[in-house]
């Protein structure tokens, strides 16, 4: 059962170009959901991440966009650069008196072309 | 204020053989995570611990898998004996707030 669903598989962008980046999850415990960011051969690094209780967060060139009622929330990169060509995780995770597990999407990788 | 470390980066074993890798989260993380990452794919929680206890291992062989985590500090992760669809990268995690933090994995991979 795939909790959080991640679209598209990929994507390639022009440098200086916008990638966005769509999840949808179903578990409403959900409470706290982070981008990471992959480069190969390393582990996930937290780009970015958002509460239920704001629509919208930005640092930088990245900004999440979130919508509590359709359980959907989304990865801007604003102005990409062919540094910013990565896999890209969302993933969802719930407080119950300690963190739970976080739930990944399956991942989308992006190719920023000069 | 030093990350998660992981050993080894790189295994290559055959099929049958035992395997074991280490992690040492950051110090005072409480919450310690082995997740399995097949090339492609999303990471996949094994399991996962508040101090030495399991919170969730509901995803783990445990025929051929087992972990621990000694003093509520390092864990271990072994697998034994290892299979073909073994082979992926192993990452530990760490937590003590909303973030976590991974190590850069162990490759493993079984012929």
Same mark, same amino acid.
């Not at chain 1, 769509?22 to 190969?40: K, R």
């Not at chain 1, 390393?42 to 780009?47: Q, R």
């Not at chain 2, 995570?33 to 995803?59: A, C, E, H, R, T």
């Given at each position: ?10 994507? *390639? ?5 916008? /990638? *966005?980046?769509?999840?949808?999850y179903?578990n409403t415990a959900f409470d706290y959901f982070p ?12 780009? *970015?991440a958002i509460r239920p209780d704001v ?8 900004? *999440?966009?979130f919508?509590k009622?359709?359980k959907?929330f /989304?990865?801007?990169?604003? @102005?990409?650069?062919?540094? @910013? ?7 969802a995770s719930s407080w119950g008196?300690?963190w739970g ?14 | ?89 192993? %990452? ?6 909303a ?8 490759? %493993?991979?079984?012929?």
């Amino acid at each position: 059962q795939q909790q959080v669903k991640q679209s598209p598989q990929s994507l *390639i962008v022009q440098k200086g170009g916008i /990638s *966005i980046i769509n999840c949808a999850y179903e578990n409403t415990a959900f409470d706290y959901f982070p981008w990471y960011q992959q480069f190969p051969g390393k582990g996930p690094a937290l780009l *970015i991440a958002i509460r239920p209780d704001v629509s919208e967060k930005k640092e930088g060139r990245f900004t *999440i966009s979130f919508n509590k009622s359709a359980k959907q929330f /989304s990865l801007h990169i604003m @102005d990409s650069q062919p540094g @910013d060509s990565a896999t890209y995780f969302c993933a969802a995770s719930s407080w119950g008196g300690s963190w739970g597990k976080l739930q990944f999407g399956a991942g989308t990788q992006v190719v920023v072309t000069p | 204020e030093a990350g998660v470390a992981q050993s080894p980066r790189y295994k290559i074993i055959e099929k049958r053989q035992s395997v074991a890798f280490w992690c040492n989260p950051i110090s005072g993380h409480a919450t310690l995570y082995w997740y399995q990452q097949i090339l492609g794919q999303g990471p996949k929680l094994l399991i996962q611990f508040q101090n030495n206890g399991v919170v969730d291992d509901s995803q783990l062989p445990k025929d051929r898998f087992s972990a621990e985590r000694l003093k509520g500090v390092d864990s271990t992760l072994k697998i034994q004996p290892a299979k073909l669809e073994d082979s992926a990268v192993y %990452l530990c995690a760490s937590r003590m707030s909303a973030e976590a933090f991974f190590g850069q994995g162990t490759r %493993l991979t079984v012929v």
